[in-house]
């Protein structure tokens, strides 16, 4: 296990290191830069600006610049208004992070709820309906959803303001969990399906073992191995990658900030934020392999 643990510290760090490359130098790319405006400034103070922040050398010089502050914890400084990247980075990712953990709970509980139900009642009428649902909610891109959403509830219906400096979460929450409840809910029930075909399940009625304690404590705990996989990632995903949800709900989360810094080249915002990310898929990802460990212990990391 601290072996394995090790390996996957390292590839980690690997990784985060080929994504800070890549992004660094693709967005260096880009035609114009971050004070490239319609009312450009002039020559001196673009010059005493790209002397501020490092942009007037050469590109592996500020590379390794931006990665030494790093390093020590310093995330950068805003290129636009000279904030402090971290503050609001952070206050914003607690926004995004509400927003996409309740979106995800409920994906879970009622994915799971819905995928048992559908395996124990296999080509029933139940199980036709929710497989169809589930079709739709796969099938539909939660910007879809969304902006769907938005027309119906709060153009039409009047229920909720389109635009408000505090938005309410409930358009966004079920824009996002659409998606992962559907997905999880076709998981759990194929999982169940085959855990209940297994023989440690025809041992366990031979013995006469409740219908219950055969369902939610031996077929349920070996059938959630595939919805932990899944969980782990999407969770990361779904916390920090609902930017087109938030920009359609005014939602003044991570993904909105990263959206706007791309759209206005702020390189220090752009490398902060997809680090940032970065580290959160894959520190998703180690979790849910030590999960693993906890909910099947026959599970080895060799």
Known sequence: MTKYMIKRVILAIVSIIIVTLITFFV???IPGGPFSSEKAPSQA????????????????????LYMKNLLHGDWGVDMKNG?????????????S???????????????????????????????RIIIFFTTLGTAMPSFILATFLLLIFCVQLGLFPVYSDNPNLVLPIISLAVYPTAYITRLTKTSMLDALSQDY??????K????????????LKNGLIPVVTY??????????GSMVVETIFTVPGLGTYFVKAITDRNYSVIMATTIFLAILMIVANLIT???YKLIDPRITFD
């Open 27 to 29: 967005m260096n790319l």
């Open 45 to 64: 103070v673009l010059d005493a600006l790209n002397k501020r922040y490092n942009l007037d050398k050469p590109l592996g010089t500020q590379y390794l």
């Open 83 to 95: 904030r402090d990247i971290s503050h609001d980075m952070f206050s914003k990712f607690a926004i």
């Open 97 to 127: 992070a509400k927003l996409g953990g309740i979106a995800m709970i409920i994906a879970l509980i009622v994915g799971v709820v819905l995928g048992s139900i559908a395996a124990l009642n296999r080509n029933k009428m139940s199980d």
């Open 201 to 206: 399940i025809r041992t366990a009625r031979a």
């Open 208 to 219: 006469g073992v409740s219908k219950n304690k055969v369902i939610f404590v031996h077929a």
């Open 231 to 240: 969980l782990g990632p999407q969770i990361a995903y779904i916390i920090t």
């Open 289 to 291: 392999d030590i999960v």
